[in-house]
């Protein structure tokens, strides 16, 4: 219940427009989030792997809080002996662009990969619904809230998020950022 209350109120908070964006070192927000789970990515003797990610303008905390939970979920819904998750930029695709009908090509794509359990994609739209599970409590805990907050970060952002998986094979959540140069001391 404790948890539940702490999602929701996260969700809560993150309707707050008012925080200012900086530039977010996305590298340092990875080892920050690799610190904070190193007890379970020891346990389950998983491999994060992290490519040279983009400086993005946005919200430190919403930055943490996005990538944590899409990095504790490839842990959680992972049942090899290895889990691998891969966190990469990746090329902005002509289908990405037509997708979200971007207006530019000025955007950043960064993939947040598993070779976990995955699910039907049928279910992809309903995936970020509030307390939606696919699998049921007694087999994987959680609220059903964190996907719901990693979409209300991304459009706090002004960006947009899509979902590949198989099941058995894995998924890949994108990330797609409004690329812009980040600010420099005078």
Do not use: C, W
């Not at 090509?105 to 976990?116: E, F, K, L, Q």
Request: net charge negative.
């Amino acid at each position: 219940m404790q948890n539940l209350i702490s999602d929701v109120l996260t969700l809560s908070i993150l309707s707050d427009q008012t925080a200012n964006f900086e530039s977010v070192d996305l590298n340092a927000v990875i080892v920050q989030i690799s610190e904070d789970l190193e007890l379970i990515i020891r346990e389950k003797n998983a491999e994060i792997t992290v490519s040279s990610l983009q400086t993005v303008l946005g919200m430190p905390g919403q930055m943490h809080q996005l990538f944590q939970n899409l990095i504790s979920n490839a842990l959680k819904f992972n049942v090899n002996p290895v889990p691998a998750i891969r966190v990469e930029m990746e090329v902005l695709t002509d289908e990405l662009v037509a997708e979200f009908s971007l207006p530019t090509r000025d955007y950043i794509v960064i993939a947040v990969s598993d070779n976990g359990i995955g699910f039907d994609e049928k279910h992809k739209d309903r995936i970020f619904g509030m307390f939606q599970r696919l699998h049921g409590r007694s087999k994987y805990a959680g609220t059903g809230i964190g996907l719901t907050i990693v979409k209300k970060i991304v459009e706090n952002h002004r960006a947009f998020i899509t979902v590949q998986s198989e099941p058995g094979v894995g998924t890949t959540f994108r990330l797609v950022f409004p690329f812009t140069k980040p600010v420099l001391p005078p």
